[in-house]
């Protein structure tokens, strides 16, 4: 079954470079904490900004001639953070604002349905009546009944899947970035066991 999301969650952070470990990390510091102020006048929660990434990596230079070892020219420091976007008309402006503020790493979208139990158990029926119809049709084919039922299990389920339909979130006059939030498909795998007769 489809269902539209109602949440985005997106990968943001910024990477910086420096000649030192410290004045790259302090570099980062500052575009980070632009970052979180931006995010949180955004609307955005504490709760929805989790650190996802943080890394302090030397920047090697190779001789062409590998005549000599490498060499370390500096540092990069990258952190990234998992920020959840509960206003889906809301998560273009939010992407164009963190560029804005800094941001020169941005891993991905993914969009989710914050709350789909109940759609999962629209799904683990649909799949339940499924199962015994697909069952009724085998053992018609062979010749035999359905008894009683000898197991029921839940197994390889997967979570909401996108499936891309719908529109495009139009950009609008302040320029903002266009994301289409498509649809999500909700699945249950269910395993039935039928005594024959």
């Known amino acids: ?33 632009k970052i979180f ?10 709760k929805d900004i989790q650190t996802s990434n943080f890394n302090v990596n030397p920047r090697y230079q190779y001789d062409q001639n590998n005549a000599q070892p490498p060499r370390v020219v500096g540092y990069d420091v990258s952190n990234m953070v998992s920020v959840s976007v509960r206003k889906l008309d809301t998560l273009g402006q939010v992407l164009d604002t963190m560029v804005s503020e800094g941001s020169n790493q941005i891993n991905g979208i993914g969009f989710v349905i914050s709350d789909d139990e109940k759609l999962q158990d629209e799904a683990r029926k649909l799949a339940v009546a499924d199962a015994e119809r697909k069952a009724k049709l085998y053992a018609a084919t062979v010749g035999v009944t ?5 197991s029921v299990s839940e197994g390889n389920f997967q979570p909401p899947q996108p499936v891309f339909y719908g529109k495009a979130v139009r950009q609008d006059s302040a320029g903002n970035v266009p994301v289409a939030a498509g649809e999500l498909t909700v699945a249950a795998d269910v395993n039935i066991t039928w005594e024959i007769k």
């Open 37 to 46: 102020a931006a995010l949180k006048a955004a609307g955005i929660e504490d």
């Open 1 to 33: 079954m489809k269902s539209k999301p109602d949440m985005a969650v997106v990968n943001v952070g910024v990477m910086s470079q420096a000649k030192t470990a410290r004045e790259a990390l302090t570099e980062n510091t500052a575009a980070m904490q």
């Open 146 to 150: 359905l008894g009683q039922i000898m």
